[in-house]
């Protein structure tokens, strides 16, 4: 704060800080205490709002808990979330070593920008090339059957698979900077005092570098899991018809039913219980928030 | 078990700088050796090719008679203390120091037991539990060296290991290693660029030069009969003249300076090279008349009380700075700032040698 008022003066530091409380006041919070609002209130026609029937309770919330289905959807949600948030941190663990500690300096800077270029793509547009490229005459099960490897196509839109594979691609980079923060820095050191004391390089990483990454894990899961469990349009392009995401259903209420009071109703569900299931899970593996937030 | 290194030719070329430029030395089962240099010249990457981190450009390490080429450094039998010592602050002091055995499959019982002992050895019996972070300095030092000490090497490598710690406890650590190394007969190799310590703790030191080992030697002999100028003039105090051997007889030979011509001991390989005399303060006397032989004319600059030496600045006729040094025995006379004196050394111990000064030297 003083050094913001020591480099801009108050002028130009109050119209900083006017901006970023109109930025939350207005596009985040406004809006978020509306839907919140709404939430509590009945679907009714326009003409009844605001009249004896517009009271608050509970019930949309309650809509939720008596839908065997709706329940269903939503566990399915957090599963393949916290799938894709694993295999997320598989891909990226091994890359942000080699990015951190083994290439070569003079191509670290290329190969994250390597890494950005599809981030410059619209996710509409990444989406529907997942759709081309896992559709069953497409090029992927081209290329398998072309190298032997597999004899006949692939179904590979079915079930959760290909929603796993699109939201894997668009979130992994979340798991890749804080993973790769976390591990540059680390003192080289400190692994080569593991090594040196004789440790392979397996127990190197469990004892010496993935606890010292703990933080940056844990950021960059809460991430890919919450935006996997919020992602609405790579489920829409990419989800078969056996595979529903609960994001879905919140759009169904809002606008195929108009139903907005349900829909937030929904949404706040799924904000409520997914923060409860990531503290549990920070709990478990002994995470702080506070070590996320450095 | 304690193992003998042998550097054979070793080089390291960092690109195409030269860092380490064939290095031949062979230290002894059971020594405790130092390489001592200034910074940038090399030790540190000599201890990463011997620990197994940095492969050598050229040249062979063996460690007890075995080939290192192929050997990874987890299967050295080398432990290395880094020069920030690079303890895990994630697990307790007595995790770090059974890390070692952690890894060789000991169980939890026998590691915590071999902990303790290690503890006491270095003497921190009741820091088992404790974090790395609740250490100071010095402990944190202990810590390294239990830890090192755990996985039984053959040879220990210490990267400046108390060039962190203040000065007291510097003495009271240098004396601590060298008993450890006494008890345990483990071979010690040891770098530092501070040389009353490498002096003070080694069997035999190493003086390094830009990638070079200048000489090899045990600290008397690098002190008292150096090879060459930078080697004298990186260990100890000197005065130094430049100037030109006028004529050699035997072991000694006349040296022509702008201070005059003095007679002086004929360092090693000075024939037709460029050659400076070295004189070191504590072998030069300060009295009123002028002595017969070597012998310079000076007026005293400035006096400094040292404690246990008195040390003497002075310049003579060609305005070179000159020290000496007196022993404190209570009952010196000590001369003022202003006093005319003449300064005078036998020739035994002014040594001609050939080779650039160390950096400290301003005619360098
Ligand atoms: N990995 C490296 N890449 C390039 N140059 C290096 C590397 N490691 C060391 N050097 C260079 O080699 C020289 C010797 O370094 P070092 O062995 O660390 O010296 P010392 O330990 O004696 O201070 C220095 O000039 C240093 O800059
Ligand atoms: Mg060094």
């Known amino acids: 704060m003083k050094d913001l008022l020591n480099r801009y003066g108050p002028v130009l530091t109050s119209i900083f800080i006017l901006l970023t409380a109109f930025w939350l006041l207005a596009l985040v919070i406004l809006p978020n205490i509306y839907l919140f609002e709404n939430s509590f209130r009945p679907y009714l026609p326009i003409a009844e709002v605001g009249g004896p029937n517009d009271t608050y309770s509970f019930d949309n919330y ?4 008596e839908s065997p289905i709706h329940i269903r959807v939503f566990i399915w949600t957090i599963l393949y979330s916290s799938i894709v948030t694993v295999i997320c941190f598989i891909i990226a663990y091994p890359l942000a070593y080699y990015l951190a500690k083994v290439a070569d300096l003079k191509l670290v800077p290329t190969l994250f920008l390597l890494l950005f270029i599809p981030l410059w793509v619209s996710e509409i547009l990444r989406s529907f090339a997942w759709f081309i ?31 796993m594979i699109g939201l894997v691609y668009t979130y992994v980079l979340f798991m890749l900077f804080p993973v790769y923060n976390a591990v540059q820095s680390l003192d080289t050191n400190q692994i080569e005092a593991s090594e040196d004391l004789g440790a392979p390089w397996w127990r190197t990483h469990w004892r010496v570098i993935l606890p010292h990454c ?6 960059g899961s809460v991430t890919v899991f919450m935006l996997s469990a919020g992602s609405i349009l790579v489920p829409t392009l990419l989800a078969s018809t056996n595979s529903r995401w609960f994001t879905e259903i919140i759009q169904q209420w809002m606008f195929e039913s108009q139903d907005w009071n349900t829909g937030s109703a929904y949404a706040f569900l799924l904000l409520i219980i997914c923060t409860v299931f990531v503290s549990l899970v920070m709990r478990i593996f002994k995470v702080k928030l506070s070590d996320i937030a450095k | 078990m304690t193992a003998g290194v042998d550097l054979d ?17 062979n230290i002894q089962p059971g020594e405790f050796f130092s390489f001592l240099g200034p910074s940038g010249c090399g030790k540190t990457t000599i201890l990463r090719m011997i620990s197994g981190f940095t492969n050598p450009s050229e040249g062979v390490i063996r460690i007890g008679g075995k080939d290192m080429k192929n050997t990874r450094p987890n299967q050295r039998p080398t432990a290395l203390i880094f020069q920030n010592l690079a303890l895990f602050p994630l697990m307790p002091v007595w995790e770090n120091i059974a890390f070692g055995l952690e ?17 006491r050895l270095v003497d921190l019996p009741d820091a088992a539990d404790k974090r790395v972070s609740q250490l100071s300095g010095g402990q944190k030092q202990r810590v390294a060296i239990a830890r090192a000490l755990a996985v039984e090497p053959d040879v220990m490598l210490l990267d400046e290991p108390l060039s962190a710690l203040d000065l007291k406890l510097r003495q009271h650590m240098r004396a601590e290693l060298r008993a450890i190394q006494k008890r345990t007969q483990v071979t010690f190799i040891y770098i ?10 080694s069997d035999r030191v190493g003086v390094m030069s830009q990638g070079k080992l200048q000489q090899v030697a045990t600290p008397r002999e690098i002190y008292d009969a150096p090879a060459n100028g930078f ?3 990186f260990v100890g105090e000197n005065n130094i003249f430049s100037g030109e051997v006028a004529g050699a007889e035997g072991a000694f030979a006349t040296f022509r300076t702008a201070s005059g011509t003095f007679q002086a001991r004929l360092g090693p390989n000075t024939t037709g090279a460029k050659t400076r005399l070295f004189l070191r303060p504590e072998h030069v006397t300060l009295q009123a008349g002028p002595g017969a032989l070597n012998s310079i004319p000076v007026e005293v600059t400035d006096v400094a009380f040292e404690g246990n030496f008195i040390s003497i600045q002075s310049r003579d006729s060609s305005g070179q700075m000159l020290v000496a040094e007196a022993r404190n025995d209570g009952a010196a006379t000590v001369p003022k700032p202003g006093e005319k004196l003449h300064m005078v050394f036998d020739p035994a111990h002014a040594l001609i040698l050939a080779g650039d000064t160390a950096a400290k030297d301003p005619d360098a």
């Open chain 2, 9 to 25: 030719n070793v080089c390291a070329d960092f690109g195409t700088f030269r860092a380490v430029d064939r290095v031949n030395v």
């Open chain 2, 231 to 233: 080697v004298a003039s």
């Open chain 2, 192 to 201: 530092t660029h501070d040389q009353g310590e490498a002096l003070a703790m």
């Open chain 1, 62 to 65: 309650l809509k939720f808990f």
């Open chain 2, 103 to 119: 890894v060789r499959g000991v169980d939890k019982n026998t590691r915590r037991a071999k902990a303790e002992e290690l503890l």
């Open chain 1, 133 to 163: 490229i896992l559709s069953l005459k497409g090029p992927l099960n081209f290329g398998l059957i072309g190298l032997g490897i597999i004899e006949d196509p692939i179904r590979w839109m079915t079930g959760f698979r290909s929603v």
């Open chain 1, 214 to 219: 703990k933080p940056g894990i844990a950021s």
